[in-house]
């Protein structure tokens, strides 16, 4: 059986002649493949074997295997019972992937967003099939290597901790799991993991990558990018390094305009700039044993929001009068004025100040692989993760708004509202695994250890020197000009001990239990002052607040599937949660009635973890000799004891707490087809829809002293779906190699409205609106010369504009006011790519 190397569909792959699929006994080979990273095909408009020879027998022509360690062993894709998408890196710069939100635009049942109109773009949101978190930790994991960075919830009045992510460059490959991971990825991992997998030391060959782009966007300004990665053997089969660095510039497309005025003050102004870098060294200290540290950089500074002022139907009319406690006053100021023409390409930004945001991240990890006698494996990664974020936010249009009643910018413009943000996660994660590796034993078997200590610090200083709220609340501002001044210091320790057995019961029927039991502490920290805070700072009676909260969770994974040489189907119940968490007291009075009418006297002081339970029915066909593949699934989750956000609509403070129950339906599809060896066609499609099932009251209000209805029983809370299309054609040009690569993606995910007009489960503070699905195309045209593949591309390429608007409110009732915002897609940018490869 042999193995050349060919260019194909414009990336550098190994084919296999005259063979279809590999022999049953040669799993091996692919652990093999996967270290020494020969196959980087993605599950997403995968490449084809054998496609150099136009005569070639029909049979050795196929569709490449994809090798994935998602179940913790290097197995092909369609060998796992586990729904997952995988991008390797080759198939990453054909689709022009640079970030996780490329990832979650080619996913079929990943939500991703970034900004909403509140703060820098670094803040994000991320959820697989409807399973997002509105509150409390994270659902999805998210791996660099085999370290989790997700981060957790600390406290619901003053937290905004979110996720930061790798930029994807010399990223072997991403993937994508779907339905909860608890078994093998412990908490946060309720509804699926996204694992970014870093390309690894070789101590035998050395290589090089690089990439530098320049492109041009439609309305804004230009962005580039230069990396360079290589690796290479320092002592022959002992010794070897991997290291890169990388840098990229993405222009802005929004300007930031005086709000008084309308006048530019800083044209395309939310750009950002990257910077990363790595270094990796691979000891193999004897034959069985390899140790490889690695320590990875990156810096992401956003100058600008991207969301923008977006001129409603409101315009020139009369505006809801809604005076608020100083309010109004004979000069408010409305923003009813026509600024910006977005539906022409025109976006302005408002606020009157820049929301810039920098973040730091750094991962320092050593992995240990020891082969051990007996068919057996030893694992360790140990790791320490560390990240920096600090931001500003205009508070402006809350602060004024709330105050004033009628207005949203003050009447003065000296008049300023910043806040200022800061969190720092400091997390110490070990894992040790030893599993069986004979992957044709009866039995296959995995157990493993975990331990974390992980420690998130976050602060919002909110200045208003402007209103007297001292005359209100009876407390004085913090520190002399902050309103609400807030630190919490949150300490986790995790200790998890979990298994999993895969069982041939006869022939290709085999049996798969996984246990995972998990026990977590929790301490915290907690300085707040001002007037909406309650008291002096740093704390009611003069010092920090402290408390803690314990518990321990069994995870449970049963499933049988059966596989013969070219189909796999699987069934599967598996149960999901996420650690709970503690809540701060609230100690401003005003929220006195709020906590009567909830029956409390007081905020709990902790809050449980929520779980749920999910069945999923998969298959997994290779039909005409490989040249087609389908993978389907169908699944439903019972989600119970739902982390939430409780507000208290008379101090704008909130807790966490567990309320509310709901099911979760949808399914996935995707289809990789070879009809020529020159032409590869590729569709993925899915769909989910989350319904309650439990009826929920928030709590009353002055015009609704009996609280509004926010759920009822078998209310819709959300839907969505996506589908994902390409074809990549080769051809010869004066014989190069050449390719055509095409990409289309529908999305549909509306945010849904309840009666009383509130988007969010529990406590979204804006006004929403419904957002309508909308279909974007990529393109690309390549050629490769010698070790070069150059290429020309256009993304969103008919310059499809979709607003994702929303809407603010003012007053204790949540009145809406005439302001819109809204974020919207990219605009049309096109560009070359250089990538060298050897």
């Known amino acids: 059986m042999g193995f050349g190397s060919q260019s194909i569909t414009g990336v550098f792959v190994k084919y296999k002649q005259n063979s279809g699929l590999r022999p049953a006994g040669s799993r091996s080979s692919l652990r093999r493949a996967v270290q020494g990273g020969a196959l980087t095909a993605v599950a997403l408009g995968l490449v084809p074997i054998g496609s150099q020879a136009q005569n070639a027998p029909r049979q050795s022509v196929g569709l490449e295997e994809i ?4 179940t913790r062993r290097s197995e092909s894709v369609q060998d796992i019972p586990v729904s997952v998408v995988a991008f390797g890196k080759q198939q990453m710069d054909v689709q022009g992937v640079k970030a996780i939100d490329d990832i979650a635009r080619l996913s079929p049942s ?38 989790p960075t997700q981060v957790g919830a600390t406290i619901a009045s003053g937290s905004f901790t979110d996720n930061a992510y790798p930029m994807l460059f010399d990223i072997d490959r991403v993937e994508v799991l779907s339905g909860p991971q608890g078994t093998l990825f412990g908490s946060g ?21 690089s990439r530098t782009e320049a492109s041009a966007t439609t309305y804004g300004a230009p962005s580039y990018e230069a990396g360079i990665a290589g690796g290479a053997p320092i002592i022959q089969d002992k010794l070897g390094f991997r290291a890169s660095v990388w840098t990229r510039h993405t222009g802005g497309y929004v300007d ?10 800083n044209s395309n102004n939310n750009y950002q700039d990257a910077i990363s870098a ?11 044993l390899m140790v490889t540290p690695s320590f990875y950089y990156q810096r992401i500074k956003s100058n600008g929001a ?11 009319k009369n505006p809801v009068m809604v005076p608020g406690p100083f309010g109004p006053t004979p000069d408010s100021v409305w923003i009813n004025q026509p600024y910006g023409d977005p539906q022409n390409g025109k976006y302005v930004d408002l606020h009157q100040l820049n929301q810039p945001a920098t973040q730091t991240m750094k991962l320092s990890a050593v992995k240990v692989e020891w082969a051990l006698p007996n068919d057996m494996e030893l694992f360790s990664n140990t790791s320490y993760y560390e990240r920096d974020q600090k931001g500003t936010t205009d ?13 949203i910018w003050p009447a003065d413009p000296t008049w300023l509202f910043p806040g200022h943000d800061k969190q720092g996660n400091e997390f110490f994660t070990q894992e040790v695994r030893l599993q069986s590796t004979n992957d044709d034993a009866r039995l296959k078997w995995l157990v493993g250890v975990y331990y974390s200590d992980n420690e998130t610090t976050d602060s919002r200083n909110v200045e208003n020197t402007h209103y007297p709220l001292e005359m209100i609340f009876g407390v004085p501002l913090a520190d002399g000009i902050y309103s609400f001044k807030n630190t919490t210091s949150l300490t986790e320790k995790q200790k998890a001990v979990f298994g999993q057995a895969d069982f041939r019961v006869v022939g290709g029927l085999i049996a798969t239990l996984g246990l995972r039991y998990s026990k977590f502490d929790t301490d915290w920290v907690n300085s707040e002052g001002g007037p909406i805070a309650g008291g002096d700072w740093p704390g009611p009676s003069g010092h920090p607040e402290h408390g803690s909260a314990s518990a321990s969770v069994v995870i449970p994974k049963y499933m049988l599937s059966y596989k013969t040489d070219n189909t796999l189907t699987y069934a599967s119940a598996t149960k999901g949660f996420r650690n709970g968490g503690v809540n701060a007291p609230i100690n401003n009075p005003a929220c006195g009635p709020d906590l009567a009418a909830l029956g409390l006297t007081a905020v709990p002081g902790s809050y449980d973890p929520d779980k749920l339970w999910s069945y999923e029915l998969g298959t997994k066909l290779q039909m005409l000799d490989r040249r087609l593949i389908v993978d389907a699934a169908v699944f439903e989750y019972d989600w119970s004891d739902m982390i939430s956000n409780q507000a208290l609509t008379r101090c704008t403070l909130s807790y966490t707490t567990n309320i509310g129950s709901a099911r979760g339906r949808g399914f996935e599809l995707a289809l990789q087809y070879l009809p020529i060896p020159e032409l590869t066609l590729g569709m993925n499609v899915g769909y989910h829809k989350l319904e309650s099932t439990q009826t929920i009251r928030a709590t009353p209000s002055d ?11 078998g209310q819709l809370l959300g839907d969505g779906g996506r589908l994902n299309a390409n074809l990549q054609y080769t051809f010869n040009v004066s014989d190069l190699d050449a390719y055509f690569r095409a990409d289309y993606n529908y999305n549909r995910s509306p945010t849904l409205l309840n009666e009383e007009g509130t988007a969010s489960f529990i406590t979204d503070s804006r006004r929403l609106f419904e957002t309508p699905g909308y279909g974007t195309g990529n393109v690309r045209l390549g050629v490769n010369v010698g070790n070069w593949d150059l290429s020309i591309f256009s993304n969103n390429v008919t310059n499809k504009q979709v607003f994702f608007k929303s809407r603010a409110t003012v007053g204790f009732n949540s009145y809406p006011t005439s302001v819109v915002t809204a974020t919207t897609l990219l605009p049309r940018t096109y560009g070359l790519t250089a990538v060298y490869r050897y």
């Open 110 to 147: 990943v939500q991703f967003s970034r900004g909403g109109g509140f703060g820098s773009d670094l803040g994000n949101a991320i959820s697989i099939r409807g399973m997002g978190a509105v509150a409390g930790p994270a659902t999805t994991a998210v791996y660099i290597d085999d370290t």
């Open 256 to 265: 930031l305009a005086s709000p008084y005025t309308g006048q530019v003050l």
């Open 703 to 713: 015009t609704n002293p009996l609280g509004a209805i926010q759920v009822k029983d």
């Open 395 to 407: 508070f402006a249009p809350l602060e004024v708004a709330f105050w004033d009643g009628t207005s």
């Open 306 to 316: 991207g969301s923008f002022y977006f001129p409603s139907d409101d315009v020139g």
């Open 67 to 70: 090798v994935v360690t998602a």
């Open 189 to 209: 991992s309720e509804g699926g993991a996204v694992r970014f997998i870093q390309s690894a030391p070789n101590m035998s060959d050395s290589s090089m990558y």
């Open 278 to 288: 790595r270094l990796a060294l691979g000891w193999q200290v004897t034959d069985g």
